[in-house]
């Protein structure tokens, strides 16, 4: 029988103290607590359409700028996503998605090889949304990107609302890494991998 892939993850330092537990093989359930509603509303969105639950509580010192909170999300459920993967075998690796939200398309483009890297290729033509720093969205997927071991290609191809701009990232992360953590079938337990091991390999 399979392990159950899920993990806890804790973060502390002098500027954040978060928790975070995913399964992946989950239903897309969520509770998700930052103190920062904007980036609440993108990791719900995360949750739900990847099919990981996400349980995240994060304190942080949001008296100064919600930057420390923001990138420290990215960090502790990515390491939680990696711990929850192992070594990866008998995961299907790539993914990818296109996804139309009323005037704007992304593209998101994955593969989970432990050897993170992040294109990112979008602009958000609002600074801010809400009390949210729109800046912090890149700095969010270059956590998650780099903790996770995700090469991760993000690319806008057109739009004007911020808003969905930036949902349309979040959900795109969400339906290709749904594509590349399921398990595939016809290679039970085998690395995706001529090198038999993911990392450095190709």
Known sequence: MRAPRTATVERTTRETRITATVNLDGSGRY?????????????????RHSLIDLELKAEGDLHIDF????????????????????????IARYGTATIPMDETCTRVAL???NRPYLIWRVE?????LGQFDTELVK????????????TLHVETLY???????????????????????????RSPGAVPSTKGTLGDSL
């Open 111 to 113: 593969d989970a090889s």
């Open 124 to 128: 958000v033509p609002k600074p801010k």
């Open 31 to 47: 509770a998700v607590a930052t103190g920062i509603g904007f980036l609440d509303h993108m990791l719900e969105q995360l949750a």
């Open 67 to 90: 930057h420390h909170t923001t990138e420290d999300t990215g960090i502790t459920i990515g390491q939680a996503v990696a711990k929850a993967l192992g070594d990866r075998a008998g």
């Open 159 to 185: 739009g004007t609302n911020s808003h969905h701009i930036v949902e349309s990232c979040f959900k795109g992360l969400a339906r290709s890494l749904r594509q590349a953590i399921e398990l595939d079938p």
């Open 139 to 150: 700095e969010w997927f270059q956590a998650f990107a780099q903790a996770a071991g995700l």
